[in-house]
């Protein structure tokens, strides 16, 4: 797939740009230069050719000095993958001096570039179009990325560059699984991610809160595609410190609810914090297929007062996060890349579980077995019984798709808390479905009021749609309405 890089330097509008093109607001818009640091990329379907749009971190003038030279690196390594770069200038500041450094060392990179005047948001703006002719570019586009001015010019621009090639590829229907990763900060999220990836995709910094925005990096593991999401570290919200680092946890929430699965990550070296709870609780309450990585294993050493084993610590993390206690705990160093193809393992074992059907016959007997065993508590002289029961199965299976049970009882309002807990442990005790939440649905039985309600209304439809609508006549005889 074609890439196109949006370059500048700070705060010139490049992530207006990267959400306009991209059509939704993916990256973080903000006053303060420096905001964006990794490349993010996300791919653009408005055109007849998809290609993957990445947004860079701004170059030069150090806004953020801790992360100059990382952002730096990032973008540069961004403008060496791509076939078209966009770089980006602000119309109303006019051309800046590094302006001219970029400019430069834009063109020694040999990628085909187009120059793109931005925050032109007015026809009086267009004549600060000129100052920018002494960059030397043969065509310069003037657009208000705010605003979508000038983006239908910019898009064939794009088109044009790119041309028709051999490979050209259409977006695949099938959906490709997401992947969020989440924690509180500084737990090595980053560090794992550019393990898995296998090259430094995202920033790595012993700075606290270092990513910002919700990263998302397609790539293939174990010849699976999948999309990994890095997201920014969740602090407790009363501690964030800034408006970026606000929308920053927003974008991670956000990023939780379009995943398939969340990878929790958590600190090994340090015992489970609230904020962990919290983060896990999430998890939970998304009803997402999930995994919990304990990182920095490479740290934790017996004769320091460390955990013995990795199965002393993964029983410390059930009894901490049971309501999790379905999720592989799978304890490794991303800095180190110790057991990381572990969690790969493990990935593909909750992809398989998604996959599993149980067949309906199979299911009846179980349940029978189980109400044998340990019959519903009555409730009012009425007792909780099951009819029937069958694993949903949707005609289009999203990826990780979650367990789902149908079960058709005398009375839902008769199934206890308790009772429900002991359906959900004694399944999963037959058939674990690791890392995979399951939702027990409950269908009681219509009343005699309901059935005649139900009876009346199917005979209501099938008159309806029996009789045909026949369109009026006029006094001629012929039918009004062609």
Known sequence: MYRVAIVGRPNVGKSSLFNRLLGRRLSIVHDQPGVTRDRLAA???????????IDTGGIGDAPDPDFAEATHAAAMSAIQSADLLLFVVDGRAGVTPLDHELALQLRRTDRPL?????????????????????????????VSAAHGVGMHLLMESIKKHLGNCEERQSLVKEAIPKLAIVGRPNVGKSSL???????????????????????????????????????????????????????????????????????????????????????????QESFKPCLIVANKWDLVHKEDGGRASQGEYAAMIKSELFFLDY?????????????????????????????????????????????EH???????????????????????RPPFHTPEFLLFVNDAKLMTDSYHKYLLHALRSEWPFAGLPIRLRLQGRL????????????????????????????????????
Not at 128 to 134: A, R, V
Not at 451 to 476: C, F, L, S, V
Request: aromatic share 6%; with cysteine; proline share 5%.
């Open 327 to 371: 999720a592989p705990i799978i304890c490794l160093s991303a800095k180190t890349g110790q057991e990381v193809g572990r969690l790969l393992t493990a990935l593909e074992e909750v992809r398989k579980a998604a996959e599993f059907r149980i067949t309906t016959g199979e299911l009846n007997r179980f349940f029978k077995a189980v109400w």
């Open 114 to 142: 187009l120059l793109v005047v931005n925050k032109i948001d007015e026809k009086m703006h267009e004549s600060f179009l000129s100052d920018f002719y002494q960059l030397g570019f043969d065509q310069m586009l003037s």
């Open 43 to 53: 791919v653009c379907d408005k055109a007849d050719i998809p290609f993957e749009i």
């Open 193 to 283: 991610l550019n393990k898995i990836f296998g090259e430094e995709r995202s920033i790595v910094s012993p700075i606290s809160g270092t990513t910002r925005d919700a990263i998302d990096i397609q790539c293939d593991l174990k010849g699976v595609p999948y999309l990994l999401v890095d997201t920014a570290g969740l602090r407790h919200r009363s501690k964030p410190d800034t408006s970026v680092e606000i929308f920053s946890a927003m974008r991670t929430e956000e990023a939780l609810r379009r995943a398939d699965v969340g990878i929790l990550v958590l600190d090994a070296t340090v015992d489970i914090t609230a904020q962990d709870k919290r983060i896990a609780g999430m998890l």
């Open 374 to 396: 340990q019959p519903p508590p009555s409730r009012g002289g009425r007792r909780f019984k099951l009819l029937y029961a069958t694993q949903v199965t949707p005609e289009v």
């Open 447 to 482: 009343s005699r009021e309901e059935q005649d309600r139900k009876a009346e209304g199917t005979q209501q439809h099938a008159r309806t749609k029996t009789e045909p609508y026949m369109p009026k006549k006029n006094e001629k005889g012929n039918r009004l309405g062609g």
